[in-house]
């Protein structure tokens, strides 16, 4: 399998262009992937080969290791300008998820405090209170929406929780009144496209309706574990990109 799985608590830094010097912060154990989706496109690969009964590492760990990493890079002259919370899998799935970002906030003002910190998560968890309150108080909290379309979503992102309403998701979007970016993954190949009008039309609605601070559309960058999944063209993103942005929200296609 060509998927990845990261380090934990901390790994990198990496050089990302959109980004510039990331830091990141991956909530699950080191040897597996736990996810509340179980995406085609996703870079850690599937659920069921990625099976793990390790502990996740508890809150005092990722501080713990976090300070020490930031340490290290405060002594080197390097500062990054993102901790990014992502890795193998859902991070507010973590049951410490509300102190983690508490001691997170605490470490960067100390020793990074130009530092942005960006949270990307496939908002199972936005209707949560307490993880409302959290990533609230980030500076991008990054949330996925793929399409509003059900059946795509059911094929595609594959949730594990039967519960899972997208039309709540839209809400929960809404609720942070601005405070959110949305990002959505444009591809095809394995019968799926959801580059078509038929989803763009009603996601364009969707993302109207939320009123977002900005929208990331991207595409496949890596391998994938459905290796029959296809890139959507420049063409194709910019297109869309510039139909949001249309709508008077700030909008970035990455290729
Ligand atoms: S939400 Fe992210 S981590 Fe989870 S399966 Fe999808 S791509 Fe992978």
Known sequence: MSTVIYPSPIYGPVHSRRLGLSLGVNLMPADGKICTFDCLYCECGFN???????????RQQVAEALEKQLIKMHDDQQHPDVLTF???????????????????IQL?????????ISVLSNATFSGHDDIRQALLKVDNNILKLDTVNMD??????RPTQPSYNVKDIIENMRWFKGHVIIQTMFMKGDGTDNTGEEYVAPWLEAV?????QEVMVYTIDRETPDQ???KASHEELDAIRDRVIALGIPCTASY
Request: some cysteine; proline content about 11%; hydrophobic content about 20%.
């Open 48 to 58: 069921k080969d990625r099976r793990t009964h390790s502990p996740h590492p508890t």
């Open 86 to 104: 992502a890795g193998n899998g859902e991070p507010t799935s973590h049951p410490e998820f509300s102190g983690i970002i508490d001691d997170t």
């Open 108 to 116: 960067r003002d100390k020793w990074c405090p130009k530092a942005k």
């Open 152 to 157: 795509y979503i059911r094929k595609v992102d």
């Open 208 to 212: 109207k309706y939320i009123q977002p």
């Open 228 to 230: 029959k999944l296809r």
